[in-house]
């Protein structure tokens, strides 16, 4: 398990709370810098616990890459689809 900042625990649990309450979707908007994600991977891994699956999306390859080691990073597997990403 990742190691969380108080900020992103409560934006975790502000989501799901959302999800309790009926809400199919839900956005978390975060600082620049703010660990955002490592707070998708965090999310991702406790959904993929429960056999659930997720989809992360960034418009810049940077930002798929750095989502992708964070993943990685915190236990979930992960692949990237997107031109010319070459293998994983």
């Known amino acids: ?11 975790i649990a502000e989501l799901r709370a959302g999800f ?3 809400a199919r979707r839900g956005v978390l908007c975060m600082a620049t810098g703010s660990g955002k994600s490592l707070t998708a991977a965090e ?3 406790a ?14 390859r940077v930002l798929v890459f750095q989502a992708a ?3 990685r990073a915190a236990g979930v597997p992960c692949g ?3 031109a010319d990403a070459g293998p994983d």
């Open 80 to 82: 990237i689809v997107m």
């Open 20 to 22: 309790a309450r009926g």
């Open 69 to 71: 080691a964070a993943f």
């Open 47 to 60: 959904g993929w616990e429960r056999g659930r699956r997720s989809l992360f999306v960034a418009d810049r």
């Open 43 to 45: 999310m991702c891994r």
């Open 1 to 11: 398990m990742i190691e969380l900042w108080d900020h992103q625990r409560r934006g």
